[in-house]
């Protein structure tokens, strides 16, 4: 059963930094791709930042060049780490793994950017 445990959240002032951890377990975690979605109050989710197996990288426009995805297939961790963050940053994140045409999802971690 695919198991995505999110850490690595919290408060932070603007113009910050984060850096958030998702660990997959029960999967074959090097052959898929891997994302970050968030999901602000009143909002819908959305895509933050995916990367492949192959390691190519797709960022929304509103983080790119401040948010940077990387994954560890050895560790099965996949990472976002977030510079200049900004108050409408703040919601909750969380790491996906889409498999079989099912969609697995961590728990989720808050992120705050306020001072």
């Known amino acids: 059963q695919v198991q995505l445990v999110e850490s690595g959240g919290g408060l932070v002032q603007p113009g910050g930094s984060l850096r958030l951890s998702c660990a997959a377990s029960?999967?074959?975690?090097?052959?898929?791709?891997m994302g970050w979605y968030r999901q602000a109050p009143g909002k819908q989710r959305e895509l933050v930042a995916s990367?492949?197996?192959?390691?190519?990288?797709n960022y929304a426009d509103s983080v790119k060049g401040r948010f940077s995805i990387t994954r560890d297939n050895v560790k099965k961790n996949v990472y976002l780490q977030m510079n200049s963050l900004k108050p409408e940053d703040t919601a909750v994140y969380y790491c996906?793994?889409?498999?079989?045409?099912?969609?697995?999802w961590g728990q989720g971690t808050q992120v705050t950017v306020s001072s």
């Open positions: 996906n793994h889409p498999k079989g045409g099912y969609d697995y």
């Open positions: 990367i492949t197996s192959s390691g190519l990288r």
């Open positions: 029960g999967t074959i975690f090097s052959i898929y791709t």
